[in-house]
């Protein structure tokens, strides 16, 4: 186990209730459209060592997908989130996430549904910033 302040750290789930694992069960089996679409490309990510799960609890957050390896987190967004107080909590659950190491991307529903590709090339960018190692000099 690992501590992150008062924070017990247990595997890729840092302390999620079991209620939560019943609602992502639930939220797995009816997922978006723009989230079938996105999962059906994540999972070929499994052949270059990037294994992503669907609807995984986090702390008190569900994760649309998470890859623990790289503690990479992506949320797929409906209309919803362009309300102002959906807006401010997705900003202060992205803050809690960042607490614990973990980088969260974030796409529309549109640009998942209209533009895939482009979509999964951010991801794959970002995936090769998070597992490359730091260059000696470079501060990381």
């Given at each position: ?6 924070a ?7 302390d ?50 998470y ?32 607490r ?10 549109d ?23 730091a ?6």
């Amino acid at each position: 186990m690992v501590y992150l302040g008062k924070a017990r750290v247990k595997d890729m789930f840092i302390d999620a209730k079991p209620e939560l694992f019943r609602l992502a069960r639930n939220y797995r089996n009816n997922p978006t459209e723009a989230e079938g679409i996105l999962w059906e490309h994540l999972r070929r990510f499994r052949h270059e060592g990037f294994i992503f799960r669907r609807q995984h609890p986090i702390v008190f957050f569900i994760a649309d997908f998470y890859c623990h390896s790289i503690k990479l987190v992506i949320e797929v967004d409906g209309d919803y989130h362009l309300n102002d107080q959906i807006r401010e909590y997705d900003d202060s659950r992205s803050g809690e996430l960042e607490r614990y190491g973990i980088t969260i991307l974030r796409f529309k529903n549109d640009e998942v549904v209209d533009d895939i590709e482009h979509v999964i090339s951010r991801i794959h960018f970002k995936i090769n910033e998070l597992s490359s190692p730091a260059l000696p000099g470079s501060g990381g």
